[in-house]
């Protein structure tokens, strides 16, 4: 990192210019080293708070079970600060744990949600549109539960998915359904640089603050669905390089940061970027 990279600032959504988002994924259920996991969760979680930045905690990420970010933050005894803790929300859940997950954010001074379908498996119990009084709609979407949460929790920031890989004019109707349930801003998928589907979210909805995700890895061939092309294995990839690219060519938009780890690369960037 360079002293020419643009400083970033604990800020959230309303203000994403400089904002920080770093991934957390919690313990697996089948993980055969929960005490580890468990206190490397908390070493994340601390640094993050300490230093400024919004601790990003996923939810069932690529449809693994894990631990719910209120389960592990309640065991370990964290304390989220003000606006500095985000929480995944998808729709694969038993009513019941939507509810907890709800009440525990509240109870707890967290009030920002990134709340997408996402993806289930046969193990988990996707939520049905009655459960959410969404009885018009035939299958349970990020709309719905955005909706849902709005209504009962107002007091909430709801961001939703923006993927700029998907065919636009069915990326831009979602988008518009989002916005009109509730969603407050849009988190990207990763990107590399400049991007005309971004381009277009940010002219057509000024207002709107977004957040692009960098991907930290470097494993780009693992983004070869998502971006919809074959990426060899070997293709090199330096995720600082992107992270000031995307930066540069999107001053104004907040970054989410994936898979940075924590022992090897995270000392670095926070000493380049902590306030």
Same mark, same amino acid.
């Given at each position: 990192?360079?002293?020419?990279?643009?400083?970033?600032? *604990?800020?959230?959504?309303?203000?994403?210019?400089?904002?920080?988002?770093?991934?957390?994924? *919690?313990?697996?259920?089948?993980?055969?080293?929960?005490?580890? @996991?468990?206190?490397?969760?908390?070493?994340?979680?601390?640094?993050?708070?300490?230093?400024?930045?919004?601790?990003?905690?996923?939810?069932?990420? &690529?449809?693994?079970?894990?631990?719910?970010?209120?389960?592990?933050?309640?065991?370990?005894?964290?304390?989220?600060?003000? @606006?500095?803790?985000?929480?995944?929300?998808?729709?694969?859940?038993?009513?019941?744990?939507? $509810?907890?997950?709800?009440?525990?954010?509240?109870?707890?001074?967290?009030?920002?949600?990134?709340?997408?379908?996402?993806?289930?498996? $046969?193990? &988990?119990?996707?939520?049905?549109?009655?459960?959410?009084?969404?009885?018009?709609?035939?299958?349970?979407?990020?709309?719905?539960?955005?909706?849902?949460?709005?209504?009962? #929790?107002?007091?909430?920031?709801?961001?939703?998915?923006?993927?700029?890989?998907?065919?636009?004019?069915?990326?831009?109707?979602?988008?518009?359904?989002?916005?009109?349930?509730?969603?407050?801003?849009?988190?990207?998928?990763?990107?590399?640089?400049?991007? $005309?589907?971004? $381009?277009?979210?940010?002219?057509?909805?000024? @207002?709107?603050?977004?957040?692009?995700?960098?991907? &930290?890895?470097?494993?780009?061939?693992?983004?070869?669905?998502?971006?919809?092309?074959?990426? *060899?294995? @070997?293709?090199?990839?330096?995720?600082?390089?992107?992270?000031?690219?995307?930066?540069?060519?999107? *001053? &104004?938009?907040?970054? #989410?940061?994936?898979?940075?780890?924590?022992?090897?690369? #995270?000392?670095?960037?926070?000493?380049?970027?902590?306030?």
């Amino acid at each position: 990192m360079s002293e020419n990279n643009t400083p970033l600032a *604990p800020a959230w959504a309303g203000d994403t210019a400089g904002a920080c988002h770093i991934e957390i994924i *919690p313990p697996k259920h089948d993980t055969q080293k929960l005490e580890a @996991d468990l206190e490397l969760f908390a070493a994340k979680f601390t640094a993050y708070m300490e230093d400024g930045f919004i601790a990003s905690i996923t939810d069932n990420a &690529m449809a693994k079970l894990a631990f719910q970010a209120y389960e592990v933050i309640g065991e370990l005894e964290l304390e989220p600060k003000p @606006d500095q803790v985000l929480i995944h929300l998808n729709t694969f859940h038993r009513k019941e744990e939507l $509810d907890a997950i709800l009440r525990f954010a509240k109870d707890n001074g967290i009030r920002n949600f990134l709340i997408v379908t996402g993806d289930g498996s $046969d193990k &988990m119990h996707k939520l049905e549109p009655h459960e959410i009084e969404a009885d018009g709609a035939a299958v349970t979407t990020s709309v719905e539960l955005i909706r849902y949460v709005r209504k009962y #929790y107002p007091e909430f920031i709801i961001g939703a998915a923006f993927n700029p890989y998907e065919p636009p004019e069915s990326e831009f109707e979602k988008v518009e359904k989002k916005l009109a349930a509730g969603a407050t801003y849009f988190i990207t998928q990763p990107i590399l640089g400049r991007d $005309d589907m971004l $381009d277009r979210l940010l002219a057509e909805h000024p @207002d709107v603050p977004v957040i692009t995700e960098v991907w &930290m890895s470097k494993k780009l061939f693992l983004l070869s669905d998502i971006f919809g092309r074959p990426i *060899p294995e @070997d293709e090199p990839y330096d995720p600082f390089e992107a992270l000031k690219t995307v930066r540069e060519a999107y *001053p &104004m938009c907040g970054s #989410y940061l994936a898979l940075l780890g924590f022992k090897t690369q #995270y000392p670095q960037f926070a000493e380049a970027y902590k306030k």
